[in-house]
């Protein structure tokens, strides 16, 4: 007997729980389902579901996308433009030019010119003109250890503008009273 191609017009219904038709394959028990079609397939029940098309794929609470991750959990209301900036939370920010991670408290701030710490006491600056910690610097042509010492290619100073001592290649001065001008410590 010659073997015939089998052909369903309008589709196959099984048990009820699968339909196989020219635009679809469906499986279901009520409870759980899974969708086969041109565009997409899912496969879910009633507490999670995976979602997968062309321009989507979406697994419980995390999808993404060409432009945009959502992440599950303690950030899901954080989305994240790949394309210009992520954000991870409250305080994790990532865009194209800088990255902030901090709160009202601590801080850590970087971009292309400026490194930025801080905390609610203190803050530290590196940058390419140099670099500051509390009161303290140093760059390319002075130190300064807190508010009263600088160190210069010409001059050492400590003091504030009432009381101070200045020394320089050429003269001494101590406590804006005295100057001298040769020093000689033997």
């Known amino acids: 007997m010659a073997s015939k191609d089998f052909v369903v017009k309008n589709g196959i219904v099984v048990d009820g ?3 196989a038709n020219a635009t679809a394959i469906y499986y279901g028990t009520g409870s759980t389902n899974t969708t086969i079609n041109t565009t997409s397939i899912s496969v879910g029940n009633a507490a999670s579901n ?3 098309n062309s321009g989507n794929i979406q697994i419980g609470s995390f999808w993404a996308n060409g432009t945009y991750i959502n992440l599950p959990g303690s950030i899901a209301a954080n ?7 992520l954000n991870v939370g409250a305080n994790i920010n990532i865009n194209t030019v800088a990255i902030a991670v901090g709160n009202s408290t601590v801080n850590v701030f970087a971009n292309a010119t400026l490194f930025y710490v801080a905390n609610s006491t203190s803050s530290a600056n590196v940058s390419p003109a140099g670099f500051n910690i509390g009161s303290s610097f140093a760059n390319s042509t002075a130190v300064g250890v807190g508010a009263n010492i600088r160190f210069t290619s010409v001059q050492i100073f400590a003091g504030n503008t009432t009381v101070n001592s200045s020394i320089t290649t050429t003269t001494a001065s101590f406590n804006a009273n005295t100057t001298t001008t040769a020093l000689f410590v033997s």
């Open 17 to 19: 729980t699968l339909i």
């Open 50 to 52: 995976t979602i997968i």
């Open 79 to 85: 989305a994240a433009n790949v394309a210009s900036i």
